[in-house]
């Protein structure tokens, strides 16, 4: 198989590979890796364009970010308070070796481009990088708030509250607090 068409159907893994807070919560058909990283694309494309950042870098970190996984798997931040997450060491050592494993088909000069962006997005130094951190947190707190939407009862909040905990503890650029507030302040009202 061709070395690029070799890397495309890799990718391809994460449409059927289950986020992994969704599926630990119950949520009935969670959304993919491919989900996410298709919506925080958009996410990225049109908050970028409005700051005036380069919306081409953050197209491109936010399709590459969680690639991966495909290897490394969708490993949660946390999940329950009860569960012992995995140490930050060892998450980033199997996502790194993913990210090799990946693109170790690819011409190196790609190989190479890809690396850079998602090493750009795991140190978060960039505006872009931290846009792009941010607004992953963002998305993932308006899929948990349409997933309590579609839960309607009373115990969907409690459910879905650390997804939200998350974002507040992470979420660091001024304009995506302010929009992280409001989506919270919608949260807050189921």
């Not at 481009?113 to 978060?124: M, T």
């Not at 948990?144 to 459910?159: D, T």
Request: charged share 35%.
């Amino acid at each position: 198989m061709n070395p690029l068409m070799e890397f495309a159907a890799k990718v391809a893994e994460l449409k059927r590979l289950k986020r992994t807070g969704w599926v630990i919560k119950g949520v009935k058909a969670p959304e993919s890796v491919a989900d996410h990283s298709f919506m925080l694309a958009v996410l990225a494309y049109v908050y970028s364009k409005n700051l005036g950042l380069d919306s081409d870098k953050c197209v491109r970190m936010a399709l590459l970010h969680d690639i991966c996984e495909v290897y490394a798997g969708d490993i949660p931040n946390r999940v329950r308070k009860k569960d012992k997450p995995m140490p930050d060491g060892m998450k980033r050592k199997l996502e790194k070796d993913g990210l090799e494993k990946i693109i170790a088909t690819l011409p190196e000069g790609l190989a190479d481009e890809i690396r850079e962006f998602w090493n750009e997005f795991e140190a978060g130094k960039s505006r872009e990088a931290e846009l792009v951190k941010d607004l992953d947190k963002l998305e993932m707190c308006m899929q948990a708030l349409a997933y309590a939407k579609a839960e309607k009862n009373a115990k969907a909040r409690n459910k879905f509250a650390e997804f939200f905990e998350d974002g507040r503890l992470n979420i660091k650029t001024p304009e995506m607090k302010r929009l992280f507030r409001r989506l919270y302040a919608e949260f807050e009202r189921q």
